[in-house]
């Protein structure tokens, strides 16, 4: 999008105080981008040109986190995934304010013949929400709200992609996947944009670069702001932008 020349122009608009980025590729050096009025951090993968979250904010963060805690880590013994440590392509960043933890995700691909759906099933996605869930007992403000956002690869439900029949047990709506966010629902995390649009389908944030996809809007629901339930009532908003170009996925918006 940035070298496309579009993701300043979009920045101006939108004007975010924070951003929430997937899939850098790219270490914070290699990159010529620069945004004047916003704390940069970088959590690049350590294969070159793969993967990697950032998170740009106006306001300094009072702390942030790279990656799962180490103890969390080796829990659940994500370092013997045959494909590498996905504790070590920069997939998780999380920025505590003074009011809230943003937790920016770009959940693994279960890869097209699902040779990476047990990782994402019995390693990641639990230890993931043991992060979300460890969060608020670790700050010093007890139960300090939750916001993740980021592409988790998956979508929930039958409204979430175009072709749900046809791509049942496929990667990205396997049963496995879509329990990963059960259990966040679960856990007390609302998907904000089905808070305020409950149901209907139509709304994609991802589009194949085959078939004119995007233009016949044939797509994917896969990424996500979800915040705990207390938080709801300070959301005032939760949109996807699909007119915004640039990507093969579109930016997505929480207002609070």
Known sequence: MHKKGLFLPFLEKYN??????????????????????????????????????????????????????????????????????????????????????????????????????NLRHKKWDPAFLEHLKTLRPRSEQENKPVIFCGDLNVAHTEDDLTHPKENEGEHGFTKEERGGIDNIVKAGFVDTFRYFTPQGNGHYTWWSHWANARARNIGWRIDYFFVNKEFLPSVKNSKILPDVLGSDHCPILLEI
């Open 16 to 117: 975010p105080d924070i951003v929430c980025l997937q899939e850098i590729k790219s270490q914070k050096h290699q990159n010529e981008l620069d945004l004047k009025g916003y704390e940069e951090y970088w959590n690049p993968a350590e294969k070159a040109g793969y993967a990697g979250t950032a998170i740009f904010s106006k306001e300094k963060p009072v702390q942030v986190i790279f990656g799962f805690l180490d103890d969390l880590a080796k829990k659940y013994e994500l370092e013997s995934d045959d494909f590498g440590n996905p504790n070590k392509e920069g997939r998780i960043l999380t920025a505590e304010f003074n009011d809230f933890f943003v937790v920016n995700v770009y959940t693994p691909n279960s890869k097209d013949d699902l040779s990476r759906l």
